[in-house]
């Protein structure tokens, strides 16, 4: 009997900590979008690879100074 008067009070504060936990989660925003944060960052990469290679590309279809014929030159 003695335990019944330690435990049900025992497991009302525990009760209300665990409510209090998810109330809080929950206004913290910790369940907003639980479906994508974890491929946020392979999308990252992708985005990230992609801008890389766009920028190589554009690199190598710019001509440089030395590539184009110079009109300076006289053939004698």
Not at 38 to 52: A, G
Request: hydrophobic content about 40%.
């Amino acid at each position: 009997m003695l335990s019944i008067f330690l435990l049900i009070p025992l497991s009302l504060m525990l009760f209300v900590v665990a409510i209090w936990a998810i109330r809080y989660a929950v206004k913290s925003n910790q369940f907003d979008d639980l479906d994508n944060a974890s491929q946020r960052i392979i999308l990252d990469d992708r985005q990230e690879r992609r801008q890389t290679i766009q920028a190589h590309k554009l690199d190598d279809n710019i001509p440089e100074a030395n590539d184009t014929p110079s009109s300076d030159k006289t053939d004698d």
